[in-house]
């Protein structure tokens, strides 16, 4: 289940984002963020016009989809070993861009989440930035209380990785944060928890 | 009522620019401070011509940190259906008129790292006060204006003279053009487009911009459209339970506020939506003149925007 290519999200309250599904738009340059299964949304769109303006920024994340997206010929290639290795490239990347950039994410909603943040301090409205979920369904969340990010959740309720409390997974979502909140699930009965269980189960 | 608040004020000076372009200052009557309004706000002005009430929107010019009064310049138009034509004959110095407290349909989006202004004609008045609001928090802006020739170029000598490197000015009498695409390319990410000018203006720069790949959302136009006369017709108004006759000169908004009826509006342009009316009953054909309504809802005849739109056929019935 948390690697299935292609999730259906349940529908859900509006401060969930929805991801979309990339296509190929007009623009003389093109940056493609993406991460792990990401590589095949990136793969689907990839007209040789398109790729031969293409920056491509790749974390494979254990797969081994990245030879494929090299063999597209892009522009450029990066592959780096985490989205935090790839940071200073895309933020340098993006201070030299100009209006008319097309920006592509795909990948977990962590990348994608932290990419759009990005692009959009760059300057680029975040309804303009395409995105397309792939891969791991894995959250990246904030505590509400003591503010650290826990990355990679797939159970809930889960257990804060900086102030240890136990927290119930929202999906209120903060696009500054590029997280999901969590939230104490046990405050009033400490240790009288609800079974774990996937975040779709 | 409907509408923004109303404001009652006295005409305390009128400047002719050039042979079409008068400007109109206004104060309080009461003497006390006018709101501040936001760079690219319009005011509507009530102009009491004999037994008619025209109601214009013109975009305010002043900084829109002075509340001791409020600018506009209005460009004569003879073909019009009088009201910049009352305002340039008929008002004078002293005279008492009724100002709409400001609206604004074209504020600048200041998550904006760059603003590109580009100015056609009278079009340059919204961004007279975009500019002094901008370079009171020193922002980052940019303004390209055509205008037919040095004669009719309003306030382009000052905004020149002020602003050395920031304004360009392009005259069609001497073969000057903005050189669009030059000017689209190259411009650092964050930068978003302010166009006011006639309607082909803003097309060419909405057209190339989507062909470069800007994003719709840093693209922001401004178009009023004066309510074209046309053929008289009648419409019965449901609600109200009355019949009424719109004249070849008047809207039909302004035939439902001659009827004695409230109706919602806003910019009277066509462009806020605040009057959007359904239709009830339509044999015949809606003459739509918005940009508010899509081509789908234009299809339907089930909406009608009153300000500009008009009717041709045997019946039409609104909700209202």
Redesign the interface.
């Known amino acids: 289940m948390a690697h299935m290519s292609k999730f259906e999200f349940p529908p859900s309250i509006k401060s969930r984002p929805i991801w979309g599904c990339l296509e190929a738009r007009a623009g003389k340059h093109h940056l493609m963020i993406a991460d792990g299964e990401g590589a095949d949304a990136i793969l689907n769109i990839a007209a040789p016009d398109l790729m031969a303006k293409s920056h491509v920024i790749y974390i494979p994340q254990g797969t081994d989809c990245a030879a494929r997206l090299h063999a597209l010929k892009p522009a450029q290639f990066y592959k780096g070993p985490s989205y935090l290795a790839s940071l200073q490239r895309i933020r340098r990347v993006l201070q030299n861009s100009h209006m008319g950039l097309q920006v592509y994410l795909a990948g977990t909603e962590g990348l994608m989440g932290q990419a759009m943040q990005e692009a959009v301090t760059a300057g680029i409205p975040h309804t303009a930035i395409q995105t397309e979920h792939r891969g791991s369904v894995a959250r990246r969340m904030q505590c509400v209380h003591c503010k650290g990010i826990t990355e990679g959740v797939e159970i809930d309720p889960f257990v804060c990785s900086h102030c240890g409390l136990n927290l119930f997974v929202r999906d209120h979502y903060s696009r500054r944060l590029a997280a999901y909140q969590g939230v104490c699930v046990d405050a009033e009965d400490p240790g009288n928890l609800p079974e774990q269980k996937g975040i779709y189960e | 009522m409907s509408g923004a608040t109303k404001i009652n004020v006295r005409v305390s000076e009128i400047v002719p620019l050039n042979e079409l372009v008068t400007r109109f200052k206004f104060e309080r009557t009461d003497g006390g401070q006018l709101p501040t309004f936001s760079g690219g706000a319009h005011t509507v002005v009530e102009m009491k011509d004999e037994d008619r009430t025209r109601l214009n929107p013109y975009s305010l010019m002043s900084d829109p940190a002075d509340r001791s009064a409020y600018t506009i310049s209005v460009r004569r138009d003879d073909e019009g259906r009088g009201g910049s034509l009352f305002l340039h004959q008929k008002v004078k110095v002293g005279d008492e008129m009724v100002l709409s407290n400001p609206v604004n349909l074209f504020s600048l989006d200041l ?3 760059k603003h590109l202004m580009i100015a056609g004609g009278i079009g340059i008045t919204p961004f007279l006060a975009q500019i002094k609001q901008l370079d009171r928090n020193h922002g980052n802006w940019e303004l390209h204006y055509a205008a037919r020739s040095e004669d009719l170029a309003s306030y382009a000598r000052e905004l020149k003279s002020e602003h050395p490197n920031d304004v360009h000015v392009y005259y069609d009498v001497k073969g000057e053009a903005i050189n669009l695409q030059h000017l ?8 978003h487009i302010y166009i006011c000018g006639p309607k082909g203006m803003i097309n060419w720069v909405r057209g190339t911009a ?9 693209v922001h136009y401004e178009e009023f459209l004066a309510p074209k006369p046309g053929k008289p017709f009648e419409v019965k108004l449901a609600v109200s339970n009355k019949v009424i006759e719109v004249s070849e000169n008047e809207s039909l908004l302004e035939a439902i506020e001659r009827a004695g009826v409230d109706a919602p509006y806003l910019c009277r342009g066509g462009a806020c939506g605040q009057c959007e009316t359904d239709v009830l009953e339509c044999d015949g054909k809606i003459v739509h003149r918005d940009h508010w309504l899509d081509p789908e809802e234009h299809a339907s005849n089930k909406k009608i925007m009153p300000c500009v739109s008009r009717f041709t056929g045997k019946m039409l019935v609104l909700d209202r």
């Open positions: 998550r904006a790292k689209l390319d190259g411009q650092p990410l964050g930068t989507k062909e470069l790949g800007w994003p719709r959302e840093a």
